[in-house]
Structure formats: C-alpha cells, structure tokens
C-alpha cells in the first residue's frame, strides 16, 4: 500500500528553507532562485520529509511513501539520501536540513512552513462561504434536468472543502437519482473502475428494481456485482459476457448512464479522482465526449497537487476536456475573513469571538476549513478556547497570543486517538491495516475477540460520529451478515495504520488475510487485490504473488490489459528475492499473464513480449507438461509463430514431444495445432490439417480447459486454422462445417485473439476463394467491431483483405492504400506470420490501383520473407503476382510464364488445389495463346478433378469458364 507522507504545510505554496525553495506543486527545487536537478526520487524523499518538520519520518514510511512497495532493500534509502544531502550541500555530522536518526529514519530540520490540517471529525453541519460554487453545481444540475448533460470538476487541496460542498450540494437536490463512487488510494495495479462499482453497487442496493435494466444495458457491469444475482444468474450472465472487451465496458455504461436519466435526471458523483485507476480515467473521457442529449450530470473532485506531482493520467484528461469546453471546474479556495468569522460564529457562537483573533486565525491557516478546525481543536483541548456558563464560547487568554501550530494533520489525529480508550483504539489500529472498507466480522477474527464485541464498540463510533461511516450491513459469501464500515478519510486510516508497529502488523496482515479466505470460501478470486496486500504486508510473498495471479486474472477477464500487466508485474517483484525452486510454482502463473497482457498491450510478437518469451522457455525447458506449463509453452509458441522467430519449428516439435509424453488431452491438443500451425508455414498444407484434426479429437473428447490464460479453447484454434487449409485443399464441404463450428463457438463467447484470428482465417479463405464481392460486408463489419475495441492482435490482417477486397471491386486507389497502411502497422508490431501471403495480397491491390513500383516492392519483401522464415505456404501467389507484373510489362516475357509453371507446381506439391487454380486462372490463358491449348487443358482438367465440384468459389468458375470456351 503506497502511502503518502502528510503534508504539515500547504503545497500549493512553495517550501522556504535557506536559501532554497522546494515547489512540490511544479516538481521544482530552486536555490537563490537557480534550479536544482534531483533525480525523481530524491525529489520524492524531500518532499515526503518537508512535508512533515521537525518529525521522524521513519525508513518503512519512506519505503511505503518513495518507492510504493516493502520489498525493497533499506539501503536504496541510504544511497538517495546521500544524492539529496549533495545537491543540498548538507553536512551529516552537522545537518542543516536532513537529520538522521540511527536506526529508525530521517527528520526534516529545515524549518517548517505554514500548513494544511484536516480535521478527523468533518465539516461544521452548515456549508459557509461557498455559494458561488453551490450556484455553479446547482445551474448545472438545472441544465441536465432537461437533457443537457453536464460534465463538473471540483478541484481543491486537502481541507478546502471539497467534500463538504458536494455534501450540501447534494443535499439540496429535490428530484433525482443520485449515485456516489468514490477512489482509494491503491495497493499495486488499480482496480479497475473502483468507483463506478461503486456507484452502480450502491444504486442497486437502494434500487434492486434496476437490476433487470442493468442485465439489459450494461451486462459487463452487473457481472462484476455478483451479489445481486443469484447464484443461476450469475454462471448465465458470466457465461453470455465472456469475451466482452473493455471498449464494450464503456459503451454499455454509456448507454446506462443516459437511459437512466429518462425517467428521473441522474447525478453521479466521483469523489478524489487524483486516486482513480485508469481504466475509471478512461470511461470519463468517454462520457465527457458523448453528445446525445441525456438527463446527466457527473461531478468529480480531486486534488490538483496530488494530480500534479503523481503525473496522474487525469491530469492529461483534464486539460483535453478543458481545451475543448467539454467540463466546467469549479476552484475551491480558503474563505476570506468575513466567511471564516461565519464559520466561527456557526461553530462557536454567538457571542463572535474577537475581529483579532479572527484576524490571525485567518493569517494563520489562509481559511482552509478543516485547518481552521484543527487549530480551533488544539484550542479547545489545551483549554485556550473555553465555553462561557452563559452559552457560546470565549478566549481563556490574549487574543493576540501566538497560534499553535499542528505539525500534521496526522498529529492532530494521534492526539485525539489516544483519548479515546485503548480496546477501542487497537480496533481502529487494526480496521486502519484492512481494506477502505472493512466488515466487524473480519476485525473479530483478526484480533480474536468476539463478534459481538467489536460490532458493539464499531456501533458507538458510528453514533458518535468518531471517524466512522457506516457502509450498511453486508452479506459474506458464507451467508453470514457483517456490520461494513469506512473511515471518513484515507488520511486517518494511513496515519493510524503508521501507529501499529512492525512485528504486530504484520501478525494482523496475516490474521486479517486468514479470515478473508475463510468468509469468502472458493470465492477468494473476487476479493484477490486485498489479499495480495494482506499477503504482502503480512511478508507472505508467496501467497501475495498467487493472489496477485488470481486479480491479474481477474483483470484480463475485465479487458483491462494494462491493470493485469501492472498486477503481474507485481506478484514477480514480490517472489524475486527467493531462490529459484521455492519461486517456481507461482511464477510459472505470473509470467504466462505477463506475457499475455504484454502481448495484447503490444501485440502478439512486439519486442517488449520477445525477452518474456526467453524467459519463459528457459523457466519450461527442465519441466514436465501441466496446465501451468503448458499455459507458457502455449503463449510463448504463439509469439514464435505470429513473428517467426528463429527455432519455431524445433520449439513447436519439443512442446509436442513433452506433451505426448506427459500432458493432458488439451495439452496435447494445443501442442498439436502449435506443430500444425508451423507446418502449414513450412508449406506443409496436408500434415498441418491432420495435426488440426488431431488436435480437434482430443479436444471435443475431454473437458475444456477450466481456466486458460488466454482464455483460449484448443477447439476454436483448430477450427479456425481448418476453416482456412481445408478451403485452400478443396475440401469445402468439410470447410463450411468447420466455420459453422466457429461461429458457434464465436456466438457463444470467446476472447479477443481467438474471435480475431478465428474470423482472420475464414476471410482469408475468401482471398483465396477470389470472392471480393462475399469478403468485403464481412471484412468491413470486423474491421469496424475491432477497431472499437482497439486492442486485437488481428486488426491489421483483417484491413488488408478488406483493401484487398476494394481495389477488386472498383475502389483500386481507397483499397490498396488501406492494405499497404496495414501491411505497415502489421510489420511494426513485430509480427512475420503469414508475411509472404500478405505481402501478395496487398501488392495485387497496389497493382490494380497502377502503383507498380510499391507492388513490386511487396514481391521482393514477400520473397526475403520466404528466404529468412523458410515459410513456402503461399509463395506460389507471390509468384503469381511477380508473373502479373512482369507481363503487364511485357506481354511476350517469357521467364513470367515460367515462373508461373513454377508456382503451379509448388502449389500442386503442396495440395493447395485453391492457391493452384489461381495461379491456372493466368496461366492457362497465357499458354493459349501460345499455342499450348492442349496442355493448359490437361493441366486444369486433372486440377478441377481434385476439387469438390460443387463449390461457386469465383476462382473456380473462371476456371470452368475457360474450359467450357477451350
């Protein structure tokens, strides 16, 4: 859990000591108003230690706060603490600035500056000093009542009032359905879409009438509210979901959001969006850019500062939809003295206390609310601010006396919790170490005391308002019922977690993490980000990196990618230290979703996936075949192949000798159509359909796979490699069963590379059909759902055959151009599959739209290809091509007709009766009319005999064409 070090002073103004300045807002450090260069994270470290004068800021503080993570060895302190002591040119034997104090940590003794407190115990009940804000937020609530959507942000620093605001705002909101979500500060990788779970969760507890209309327009949405649906429900709705991607996530809640406005004008409201992961930063932006009137109107708040100094991706949002008026802001900002005087009189009066001392409260805290109260509760505590016997309150002593001066905001909160009585503050302590929202159920078990008990004393804080929301009672995966609480800021519950000291946070860690796993039973996977930091702080690295395996997982069954390589990366971090037999077992898990989410990210053979697959191979070579291993084997062949890496073949060959021997029936199968898949590049056109066959028995005969990483079925690989070389060897009846077979399975739910590669080969089987006309409405449908969903692998192959498809149907200069733009895009992303046939099919395009030279260029890129990658499938149509362009130059060419032989023969050697009549298609009528009739009717007559006559493939008939006028 990363966490950050309290500010005692304002960051919005810079941080004087000496004859330095340190900006934290701008990320700036100056000296006699010169810049200093400071590495990031020195800059960090001086700003965590700034931020609290004169205090021991302890190394595991530094660790949480500077470098996100407790695995990390103390001496990475020490070195940059040393480049921050040079740049500041502090001596440790006599510091000015940074102090060590042995053993525990570093202090700040440059001196302190004025300071931001947010008080514990909230916000005075009425809002003061913000009604221009309110009439803002309330205009805009007035807008979208009557279906003009508006978009709010409002921005302030801690203690400004952000909260309150809303509060009062939303208070006052007479008609309407109001929803709230609101960001944590995360452990790891985010959590996707934290908040807007939230909101909708809490609407469909309020509102269970509107989990139907969730089930309608935001499927993706619901399943991840599990428990609103029963137990049927939940496998059905799971079921019609998988595959879903995250694009579709945010159209559905697109169209959610705007139908629920149709019957009463909604408002959601997200609060500290300076927290929000990125996948919640992304649906903003698409909300923010819908413009189809809707009774909608979404408010955010988030700290500037904290935007700013994280380099948060809101902070690029928030400029783009401000450079284009799609949100207004509101800028929150202490109260001036008349408004602060009325704050005052609210809480303390009448009679008002004097204009002097309101005077230097005001000079003194700037008119931050909850640092105005924090002053006033040192006051009140230290007996200087009394009640008067006749009612109101009154100085004990000089107006005019020095104020006190909070050293954090978290020392405001110690000072209060250690009035509150020690059972009850071992329950906050331990409450502070579990997730932001907690139940009583798991705090009992964690310090083994009775349910009852700890209900009890969680009841009397929330009735006394002592730090507590009530988040309502929440029913438990083992049907118990718990009490749900929240603290009312993330500040108390950092500061209160600090208190707790090593060896006893980590026994509650693990305590903590034990009764999680026992109320949530075979459902843990729902629940994996909190137990992978449990585990984490508990010094539990292995249990944290299975539990970082299962939210990774979880992740890339949400089509949140980049969360599931963050979390990934996570869990291999945490096992890194340990040698290499105790690690073995749960990085085989971590790396296999590693590498799939780098390769959905990057695309499937980018250079950032390449040294993972090294990795892999070398962790698999010594192993026997389990679905871990094969998992590895499997993803790490699939970038071998998609690039043509060097040793794909042996590779292939290995993988299916171990899987043979040792594997499972899907083990075996996915080995099969690995060896398959690289046959049918050798050219191997007839081996490569009996291993798909293979692969298919195997496959239809045993369970599928419970829980493949790439949430790839070895049945639907096979089907979409035999839907491509049984239509290429003749065999059309067997391939429209095959791709009947794949659209079921499509139908039904599949992932993102198996729907695109499957729908790949059956329009490439369209090429070689020469069906443009049946190609193109495909081609143009998956090019368009895929480029929604802009994260496929197969994107690419698909827009070359539908300029392909183009450039035969008329649209020669649109079509070739879109095919050679792919061919491009196709090759940067380091993948090779199929490069000889895609440099053919795009070079015909660029042929018939006249550009000769760029055609010409394919042949020759196609013809390195085939020499580099040893891949002779498809060659003969690039032969063809190079045969076309030569005689389209020279008619009489003789070496053009030769090649042609050539590719005729290579094609008939490989049984691709489909690739040969193609290239018969120009040959035949070549060796017509020179005189060789006879022969070229021979020829085509023992190729048609090979071919199902039943089958329309336009290449075909052409074929019959010629002999019926020969």
């Keep these: 859990m990363t966490q950050a070090c309290v500010p005692s002073a304002p960051m919005d103004a810079p941080l004087r000591f000496g004859p330095f300045e340190l900006d934290i807002a701008n990320v700036r450090l100056v000296r006699d108003?010169?810049?200093?260069?400071?590495?990031?994270?020195?800059?960090?470290?001086?700003?965590?230690?700034?931020?609290?004068?004169?205090?021991?800021?302890?190394?595991?503080?530094?660790?949480?706060?500077?470098?996100?993570?407790?695995?990390?060895?103390?001496?990475?302190?020490?070195?940059?603490?040393?480049?921050?002591?040079?740049?500041?040119?502090?001596d440790p034997r006599q510091p000015r600035w940074i102090e060590t104090v042995a053993r525990r940590g570093y202090r700040f003794v440059g001196g302190a500056a004025a300071g931001v407190a947010q008080a514990p115990t909230g916000a005075p009940a009425g809002l003061i000093g913000?009604?221009?804000?309110?009439?803002?937020?309330?205009?805009?609530?007035?807008?979208?009542?009557?279906?003009?959507?508006?978009?709010?942000?409002?921005?302030?620093?801690?203690?400004?009032?952000?909260?309150?605001?809303?509060?009062?705002?939303?208070?006052?909101i007479e008609q309407g359905r109001v929803v709230s979500g609101q960001c944590v500060e995360a452990y790891g990788s985010d959590e996707p879409y934290l908040p807007v779970l939230e909101a909708l969760g809490q609407m469909c507890a309020a509102e269970p009438d509107l989990v139907p209309t969730l089930r309608r327009f935001a499927p993706t949405w619901l399943v991840q509210l599990p428990w609103h649906l029963t137990e049927a429900d939940r496998a059905t709705l799971q079921r019609e979901v998988t595959g879903a991607t995250q694009d579709r996530m945010l159209r559905e809640a697109g169209a959610l959001l705007d139908h629920l406005g149709q019957d009463q004008p909604l408002l959601l409201v997200l609060e500290d969006l300076h927290w929000a992961d990125p996948?919640?930063?992304?649906?903003?932006?698409?909300?923010?850019?819908?413009?189809?009137?809707?009774?909608?109107?979404?408010?955010?708040?988030?700290?500037p500062a904290d935007v700013a100094i994280a380099d948060h991706p809101f902070g690029d949002l928030r400029r783009e939809l401000r450079l284009h008026r799609l949100v207004d802001e509101v800028v929150l900002e202490g109260l001036d003295p008349p408004r602060l005087a009325a704050l005052l009189d609210q809480r303390f009066g009448p009679p008002a206390l004097p204009p002097t001392f309101v005077q230097a409260l005001h000079q003194h805290t700037e008119g931050l609310p909850l640092f105005v109260l924090g002053v006033l509760d040192e006051?009140?505590?230290?007996?200087?601010?009394?009640?008067?016997?006749?009612?109101?309150?009154?100085?004990?002593?000089?107006?005019?006396?020095?104020?006190?001066?909070?050293?954090?905001?978290?020392?405001?909160?110690?000072k209060q919790f250690m009035r509150l009585p020690p059972e009850v503050r071992a329950l906050l302590e331990t409450a502070a170490l579990a997730a932001p929202e907690f139940q009583h159920l798991q705090l009992a078990e964690a310090m083994g005391l009775p349910a009852d008990t700890v209900r009890e004393r969680l009841e009397g804080l929330l009735r006394r308002q002592i730090w507590l929301r009530a988040a309502g009672a929440k029913e438990l995966p083992d049907g118990r019922w718990?009490?749900?609480?929240?603290?009312?800021?993330?500040?108390?519950?950092?500061?209160?977690?600090?208190?707790?000291?090593?060896?006893?946070?980590v026994e509650r860690h693990r305590r903590l993490a034990d009764a999680l796993e026992a109320a949530w039973g075979a459902r843990v996977g729902e629940i994996a980000t909190e137990l992978a930091m449990h585990a984490e702080q508990g010094h539990e690295p292995l249990r944290a990196a299975r539990y970082c395996a299962l939210a990774a997982r979880n992740a890339l069954q949400r089509r949140a990618a980049r969360e599931a390589l963050a979390m990934a990366r996570r869990g291999l971090d945490l096992i890194e230290p340990l040698d290499a037999a105790a690690r073995r077992e749960a990085e085989l898990p971590l790396l296999a979703l590693r590498l799939t989410a780098t390769m959905l990210t990057e695309g499937l053979s980018s250079p950032a996936a390449r040294p993972l697959v090294a990795q892999a191979l070398a962790l698999v070579q010594d192993l026997p075949v389990t679905p871990d291993t094969a998992a590895l084997w499997h993803v790490a062949l699939l970038v071998h192949v998609t690039g043509r890496l060097p040793g794909t073949g042996d590779l292939a060959q290995r993988f299916f000798e171990r899987a043979q021997a040792g594997g499972d029936a899907q083990c075996r199968a996915a080995a099969h159509n690995m060896v398959g898949a690289n046959r049918l590049h050798e050219g191997h056109l007839t081996d490569s359909i009996a291993q798909f066959e293979a692969s298919l028995a195997l496959a239809e005969g045993s369970p599928p796979p419970a829980a493949p990483i790439l949430l790839r079925?070895?049945?639907?690989?096979?089907?979409?490699?035999?839907?491509?070389?049984?239509?290429?060897?003749?065999?059309?009846?067997?391939?429209?069963e095959r791709s009947a077979a794949l659209d079921a399975f499509i139908a039904a739910g599949t992932d993102l590379i198996s729907e695109g590669l499957g729908r790949w080969f059956q329009v490439y089987a369209h090429v070689y059909r020469r069906d443009a006309a049946a190609l193109k409405p495909v081609s143009e449908h998956i090019v368009a759902l895929l480029e929604a969903r802009g994260a496929s692998p197969a994107l690419q192959p698909h827009r070359m055959a539908l300029g392909w498809a183009r450039a035969q149907l008329g649209e020669a200069a649109e079509g070739a151009a879109l095919a050679a733009d792919a061919l491009a895009r196709y090759r940067a992303q380091g993948s090779r599959q199929g490069l000889v046939g895609l440099c053919a099919m795009v070079g015909e395009a660029l042929r018939l739209a006249g550009d000769r030279e760029a055609a010409l260029a394919c042949v020759r890129d196609g013809e390195a290809a085939a020499a580099e990658l040893g891949d002779a499938y498809a060659r003969s149509t690039l032969m063809r091509l190079a045969a076309d362009l030569a005689l389209d130059a020279d008619p009489d060419d003789d070496h053009a007709e030769a090649v042609l032989q050539e590719a005729a023969a290579l094609a008939s050697r490989q049984a691709a009766v489909l690739i040969e009549a193609g290239v018969w298609v120009r040959l035949a009528p070549l060796m017509a009319g020179r005189g060789r009739r006879e022969a070229a009717r021979e020829s085509v007559t023992r190729l048609m005999a090979r071919?199902?006559?039943?089958d329309d493939a336009p290449v075909l008939r052409d074929l019959r064409a010629w002999l019926a006028g020969a």
């Design 379 to 414: 006051l009140v505590a230290d007996s200087a601010l009394v009640p008067r016997e006749e009612g109101g309150w009154r100085l004990a002593g000089d107006p005019t006396a020095p104020l006190p001066v909070p050293a954090s905001l978290a020392g405001v909160i110690e």
């Design 947 to 950: 071919a199902e006559p039943a």
């Design 33 to 90: 108003g010169q810049p200093v260069s400071l590495p990031p994270k020195a800059f960090a470290l001086l700003a965590c230690l700034a931020a609290r004068p004169g205090q021991l800021v302890s190394k595991d503080e530094l660790l949480d706060a500077v470098w996100g993570r407790r695995f990390v060895s103390e001496g990475v302190i020490k070195t940059v603490v040393s480049e921050l002591r040079a740049a500041l040119d502090d």
């Design 130 to 172: 913000r009604e221009a804000e309110l009439s803002a937020l309330h205009s805009a609530w007035k807008a979208a009542q009557t279906g003009q959507r508006r978009f709010m942000l409002v921005a302030g620093e801690p203690g400004v009032g952000k909260s309150a605001l809303l509060a009062a705002f939303v208070a006052g």
């Design 279 to 303: 996948a919640t930063v992304r649906l903003l932006d698409v909300l923010a850019r819908r413009r189809a009137p809707a009774r909608l109107m979404i408010v955010c708040s988030f700290r």
């Design 713 to 736: 079925d070895p049945r639907i690989e096979a089907l979409s490699y035999l839907c491509l070389t049984e239509t290429v060897a003749g065999r059309f009846a067997r391939a429209r």
């Design 482 to 505: 718990a009490l749900g609480c929240t603290f009312e800021h993330a500040l108390i519950r950092h500061t209160l977690a600090r208190r707790v000291g090593p060896s006893l946070r």
